[in-house]
């Protein structure tokens, strides 16, 4: 039985004791603030409230209320407590750990008096001695999520404390601790031998039903084998196949849990050869993901946290999150390791909905060093992640963080918290790739803008010339709509998209680059130099649609040497001004949201645009294809249509006839010399005979009649 | 008290049993030869007389012979066996393993009669079914050295047996199983804490001496700390100081050793940089050797088996080639994987002389699959390796294997095998550097040709126009000198450099490319058609001559970024009729070995030389460097002169002033027309204020009234 406490948050200072109620699970600075009154985190410079609470500890406090029969034991159960902590009872240190994922359990019977407290001491937020105060390399030994010290899309913003559940649980001899299902699966998936781990002191029964809900096993046997499983496939290529299990116990308690058979496995990259000629390097990482033995595009987006107060990502968030990924077209998510730690939720949606889990530990661009202290953390805090995560199926990969093998990190293959982690990974999850970081060899991170000055490239240019294995980070931003902005930014500062505070606290300027997130110069180079901030909006939108539309569908077009595609970023933490997410805070989608789905189904028609900005009187080319990464061939013929102004001029025909699957084919390419027409823009439509497959492009035009905006614009 | 047995060979066929007398250590096949009367492994195709005993299996048999008092235990040690085998005692089979490096110790006290018979089976070599017999491929599930499956410096020649020591050893109550000697150093060098590890039911004694042989401690405590201990150091860096310890128990029985107390890391190689612009992939391999906190260049070359039967390779043949390499002014051997298992005496020796080691794993060239099976045997063997080797202090680092991620291996990343031997690496010996195999990103394998005729580059355009962060393997071929090719070729062959048999055998021709490794071609291309064989050694050991020491000064100009130079291969296990290396077997230096040990100076004057053939009137241009990789500045003036003919032609002085230690400095060119002389050659030649750091190239030179040979060879 489950007995859930009554806390009371302290804030410790030199000052003395403040004393505030508190919400579990939660972060205590969250409690803090509403007991205070704090102003709105995300309007205007409220994040900034919470500077000042940097420094300090923090208490949970309850009185112990539990009912315990005479055969229970009374636990402390706390599912995950963010970051250096100790547990107290009755003013005894019970239990002390640093870190932030692994659970804590606390038998308390044999110290109880019937009148106790319990207190949870939260230590001040790591900070490494000698790091630039305010930057994240404040966090480069410790597991503290980085994220949380300051991102391009996150404010900085400390937080701590009981972030997953705690309670106080009575338990009877015959309580089951843990139960795991593993499995081995033949090489050619006609059998699965299952076994099941059950933690427990008594026999215990096991039921198994297929995915139909079919009971197959009743009994007390901890293996038994499954005779030609309905595998569990990622989206678009079958179905996520789960078989339900049960743990039960003479006292009736139940554990339950499911199981999908399925086989991932990194395979090299087609044409993925090491560099022709002496002397000789080493071919790229092998970064084809193979699904039950069938080689799959990966198509996916990269996850952050859902809240800036952890605490408060509910399950009903994760799975609102995945279901969008899914109806994108998506089949996996990258949770980025600068916030790796998530909710189960997330795990059980990603299982149910097929979406593949590319799982990194909690380092991000910072050199955590060979530091025995650091590597002691990280070994309890990885290892509490493999165990449990390593049942959900989803999970496809483990990853040692984000971007450790760039200048801006400094680590490298000979750092010692990456051999543990692939040392870890192989010794509990041996059948789970392990990536040391990414990007690898051959992978590619950015570009992050659609117009990149500094080299000259838009984003056109920039992929198609790019011969990368796969692209795990790229991004366009936009601004946010304008209800959006209305709550963060003040109405006198919301009259102009301009470096003032609030733009600036919320990422539209200086966040990564000068210009980001908002982009303004090229918003300027393309649509001139005035914009009402709505026009802005749309114009950000606009860019952002046809970018990530065109960088996966060229990705898609680069398969099979290129075997994923991943944007920067899925989703985000607060509402930002301007951000490179295509759903908005809390779990909105933009209008790109809905360019990346379409250019993500399993087949398409696509055209590959040259660029985004066109002229009357200009010879337009594109190159039609008929993409299909998915597990059927399809049949089709395409027209492809000019619409202009009020025009539609038809182009071409072409019938693709069957395309097999997982096979894409380049066919006809269009050509046309651009008509004089009153318009700031056209389109190129394909219709198939099969709509599923139609598409369009949305470009820029400009009549030779009006000069060129940018014409002015630029030096 | 050790007893030596007398053991007796047999050789197990489908037509019974062939019996002869068997040394040990040693190889079976070769006792079968000796005894059988087999014409010399060397000489013609005496090779070919070993394939019909492929497939047999084999025993070793004594009668055991030793007396124990009454106190004492009767054991059987073997320390290594090759490669599958059962042990079996009276009948009874006692033991069995898999392997060729792990030690066995059987205690047989409670089975021995009084009458007793020791047998080892042998089972026949391990060929992967499927495989194509023949070729190495049959070795890519097992631990056997796959060299021995044939490569093109080494006739197939499967070998097994009792290839280390093996006797009957009677041990009392306090015998000393191991101990083994650990430290960490304190990050400034000032202090090593020392930890001794001693298997043994009694309390030992412990002696440890310092370098200059003074006692610094006698006692029992098993931790104990040197204060500003003397650091070993590689050749050329400074002194390879060792501590010479000993362990004795209450019966007086004494194990001793050395410890060595040094720091090695592998650092990012200087602008190993990720490319620019987006996308962005990850920096190179990190492969700056540091040792002690100091970063040094390494210099060295490809250690191979020094014997065709394993078991014939005795202390001193290692101590004479560790000699060799160590007067050549090279700091590092790579004991490469495909014969990756070398005896004690290697590591003794390199521990001694400074010499480092870069220690593989025993795969080369295979694609090593996830198998159960095969993971175990590797497991044990590596683990065996790992345990016995991370005493010395030579050992700066772990590979994987050979060529493992290129296209004809096959392996990955992902690879169970290579993250098993991380995992495993990590574990037992954290703080050596581990490789998974080599090349890595950035480093560079290759070329082994002085002229590449399918890319059109000689060696000086090939290496002035490469890039790498490491030269781990680079080859100029050479051929035999007569009195060596006397003992391989018959005299009817030995008449012209041709692919008959004896020559094809000795890898003169079709070894690796058709024309390795004689180059026929490339003689003719430099020197005309017609050639006899005294005249194509002599051309041959000229380029490899020439060949070797541009690269290694070339090598060496393009540090920082560039960290090491290794040449393949340093030895061979017989003798050649054409090979890359550059001492013959057993141990005799070719003219190329004087050429590299000049190259690797820790300081000299080098010339960047454009090419090797110029011709009478062509502009002879030459950039001139001071080089220096020692631990001290060097300053020195150089005075370069062309020599041709009677001629001795001043070209340029220039003073280097001080250069400092670990720094290159280039300097003036010196530029001239070639003179018309009747000559074949010319000579540059650099001296120096300092005759250490002088220098010379011989190269060839044409008068303009004699028409090129190649000419007319070329198409």
């Known amino acids: 039985m489950i007995f859930r406490q009554n806390w009371q948050g302290v804030r410790l200072t030199d000052h003395g004791e403040e004393s505030f109620p508190a919400t579990v699970p939660g972060n205590i600075q969250a409690d803090y603030a509403a007991a205070k009154g704090f102003r709105d985190v995300m309007f205007a410079d409220g994040c900034k409230q919470f500077e000042a609470l940097e420094n300090d500890a923090w208490e949970y406090r309850a009185r112990l209320s539990c009912t315990a029969g005479p055969d ?99 338990r009877k001899s015959d309580y089951i601790r843990d139960s795991e299902v593993s499995y ?30 079919n009971l197959l096993y009743h009994g007390t046997d901890k293996t038994l084998t499954v005779e030609r499983p309905r595998l569990w496939w990622c989206a678009g290529q079958g179905s996520p196949d789960l078989y339900r299990w049960t743990v039960t116990n003479p006292s009736g308690m139940k554990r339950e849990g499911t199981v999908g058979f399925r086989r991932v496995r990194l395979l090299k990259n087609a044409g993925a050869t090491e560099n022709h000629g002496f002397p000789k390097s080493r071919y790229q990482a092998p970064f084809t993901m193979e699904l039950n033995g069938r080689k ?7 996850f952050v946290n859902p809240e800036l107060f952890w605490g408060q990502a509910t399950a009903e968030r994760y799975r609102k999150l995945v279901d969008l990924a899914a109806d994108a077209n998506m089949n996996i998510l990258r949770l980025w390791g600068g916030a790796a730690v998530h909710h189960p939720a997330l795990y059980e949606a990603c299982d149910e909905r097929g979406i593949l889990v590319w799982q990194e530990f909690m380092l991000a661009c910072n050199d955590y060093p060979d530091d025995e202290h650091y590597l002691a953390v990280l070994e309890s805090e990885a290892t509490a992640m493999i165990l449990a995560l390593r049942r959900h199926p989803s999970v496809a990969l483990w990853c040692g963080g984000n971007e450790l093998f760039n200048g801006w990190s400094g680590m490298t293959d000979q750092s010692l918290a990456l051999r543990l982690l692939n040392h870890l990974c192989y010794t509990l999850d041996r059948d789970r790739p392990f990536l040391a970081t990414s990007p690898l060899e051959g992978m590619g991170h950015g570009g992050y803008l659609f117009y990149d000055s500094r080299h000259g490239t838009d984003v ?26 209305e709550r963060i930014i003040p109405p006198e500062e919301l009259k102009e998209l301009a470096p003032t505070e609030s733009w600036v606290l919320h990422h539209a300027f200086r966040a990564w680059m000068p210009e980001s997130h908002a982009s303004l110069e090229t918003l300027q180079r393309y649509f001139g130099a005035d914009g009402t901030v709505e026009e802005r909006i749309a114009q950000s939108d606009w860019l952002q649609s046809e970018g990530l539309k065109f960088i996966y569908e060229e990705a898609r077009r680069q398969s099979p040497h290129c075997s994923a595609a991943l944007n920067w970023c899925f989703n985000e933490p607060w509402i930002t001004a301007a951000n490179c997410s295509i759903v908005r805070y809390p779990d909105v989608p933009k209008p790109a949201y ?43 013929n395409a027209k492809v249509f000019l619409r202009i102004g009020d025009r539609e001029i038809p182009l071409l025909e072409w019938n693709a006839a069957q395309v097999g699957a997982g096979t894409n084919l380049e066919g006809a390419q269009v050509c046309c010399v651009l008509p004089q027409v009153e318009t700031d823009r056209f389109t190129l439509e394909i219709r198939s005979s099969d709509p599923r497959l139609n598409n369009a492009y949305c470009l820029q035009y400009r009549n030779d009649k009006k000069p060129a905006a940018e014409r002015t614009m630029n030096t």
């Not at 900070?127 to 949380?148: F, I, W």
């Not at 799959?296 to 990269?302: E, M, Q, R, V």
């Not at 056109?460 to 991004?475: D, L, S």
């Open 72 to 170: 229970e034991r009374v636990w402390f159960v706390s599912l995950g407590i963010d970051y250096k902590y100790d547990v107290f009872l009755n003013g005894d240190r019970i239990y002390g750990y640093e870190g932030i994922f692994k659970p804590v359990e606390l038998d308390l019977t044999d110290r109880l008096t019937g009148n106790d407290e319990i207190r949870i001491l939260i230590y001040p937020h790591p900070k490494r001695e000698g790091a630039a105060p305010g930057k994240r390399e404040e966090a480069d030994r410790s597991c503290k999520p980085p994220v949380c010290y300051g991102w391009d899309w996150n404010p900085r913003l400390l937080i701590s404390g009981m972030w997953r559940d705690a309670y106080v649980e009575t």
């Open 184 to 213: 081995r699966l033949s090489s050619d998936f006609s059998r699965a031998e299952v076994s099941f781990a059950v933690d427990c002191d008594a026999e215990c029964t096991i039921d198994l039903y297929d995915p139909a809900g």
């Open 296 to 302: 799959i595009f990966l198509k996916g987006s990269n």
């Open 460 to 485: 056109y240019r920039c992929f198609e010339n790019a011969e990368n294995i796969a692209y795990t980070e790229f991004g366009v931003p936009s601004i946010s709509e304008i209800k959006a902005l």
């Open 594 to 636: 809905y360019a990346v789905r379409d250019a993500l189904r399993p087949a398409l028609f696509s055209a590959k645009i040259a660029k985004f900005d066109w002229k009357a009187g200009e010879i337009f080319k594109a190159p039609i294809w008929l993409l299909n990464d998915g597990p059927d061939p399809v049949a089709s």
